[in-house]
């Protein structure tokens, strides 16, 4: 049930702003219409005088209260905010605004402005409000930097032996990875002779290599009569050269550690996610820093003679028996 004597005062504010439109009576009507629940009429009426009083702190108040019963918190934040900017003392804007952004989870916002209208009202009530808003916004400390872990040791250099066919490598085996060593570590031959056979009317071919039996290979007695005076000159072949990553495996086993160097930066930079061609490639950086320790570049290899002698030997060998 409406109340008469407030009915009564709102009809009496309304017919003196009737009367004078500028006046600042529209805060009182405006604070009669909240009481008796009538919201809009309230902001209509605030809207309406402001527009007359734009600097009027209590009008100004009065409306940001009002936007909070209308449930229109972003209103009245922009609002009490103007108030604060205008009136930094203002208790009631102070507190409003800490009470909104408390209300919508915003700890920081509400922290400051508790803050703000402790140091201006004094009232320590707003104490535990604080101390609980505090822990919240804390920074949190710095994450530790991560520590990477220890880098593996290197195995130690390979060494090798001399021995009547060739260098022979001691000590840790090398990882076992990529393609197989060219022809000239896949031969172990010492010696290598043909003759032509009287009687038999067969090329025959004495000290078999020791992957391949002992066989004849038969040929007619016209090739037989015209190969007895002299065998022609075979063309010397050009040697086998292995590329790639057996090349470079080849010029690791001898020492020749910067030509390997060279061979995996290339091979790494196409094969980027081979970890172990990086293996093999910080491997052979690490030999290059102890200078003294590096066999010369330009110290011959007798091992790598032997096998490329051999590889010419075989060619002659096979060229024969093609002619044949």
């Known amino acids: 049930m409406a109340d008469p004597t407030a009915e009564a005062r709102i009809r009496d504010l309304e017919r003196r702003l009737d009367l004078d439109g500028g006046s600042r009576l529209f805060v009182s009507l405006a604070e009669e219409y909240r009481k008796v629940g009538r919201v809009r009429d309230a902001l209509s009426a605030l809207q309406k005088g402001l527009l007359f009083h734009p600097g009027y702190i209590a009008a100004q108040v009065a409306l940001g209260r009002v936007y909070l019963e209308a449930n229109q918190a972003t209103d009245a934040i922009a609002t009490f905010t103007k108030v604060l900017v205008a009136d930094p003392a203002n208790l009631v804007a102070a507190k409003s605004l800490a ?163 060279q061979i995996y930066d290339d091979l790494v930079m196409r094969h980027p996610f081979d970890d172990d061609l990086k293996r093999m490639r910080r491997d052979a950086e690490a030999r290059l820093l102890p200078a003294s320790t590096a066999p010369s570049a330009a110290a011959p290899d007798v091992g790598l003679e032997r096998r490329l002698a051999r590889i010419r030997a075989l060619k002659q060998w096979l060229s024969l028996v093609q002619a044949g």
Do not use: C, W
């Not at 209300?103 to 922290?111: H, K, M, P, T, Y």
């Not at 009530?125 to 505090?134: P, Q, S, Y």
């Open 99 to 261: 009470e909104i952004h408390l209300s919508r989870r915003d700890n920081l916002e509400a922290l400051k402005k508790y803050k703000l209208y402790r140091a201006i009202s004094g009232d320590r009530k707003v104490d535990e409000v604080i101390a609980e808003l505090e822990p919240l916004v804390a920074p949190k400390p710095p994450t530790p930097p991560r520590v990477p872990p220890p880098a593996e040791p290197l195995p130690p250099p390979p060494r090798f032996q001399e021995t009547d066919k060739g260098r022979r490598r001691t000590g840790p085996k090398m990882p076992e990875a990529g393609p197989p060593l060219p022809l000239a570590d896949a031969f172990e031959m010492t010696s290598l002779s043909f003759e032509i056979g009287e009687d038999s009317g067969k090329a025959k071919m004495d000290d078999p290599f020791p992957f391949m039996p002992t066989r004849d290979v038969p040929i007619s007695p016209v090739a037989r009569e015209a190969a007895v005076p002299a065998a022609p000159p075979v063309p010397e072949a050009e040697p086998v050269r292995p590329t790639g990553r057996a090349l470079a495996d080849l010029y690791y086993a001898q020492g020749h550690y910067a030509e390997a160097l």
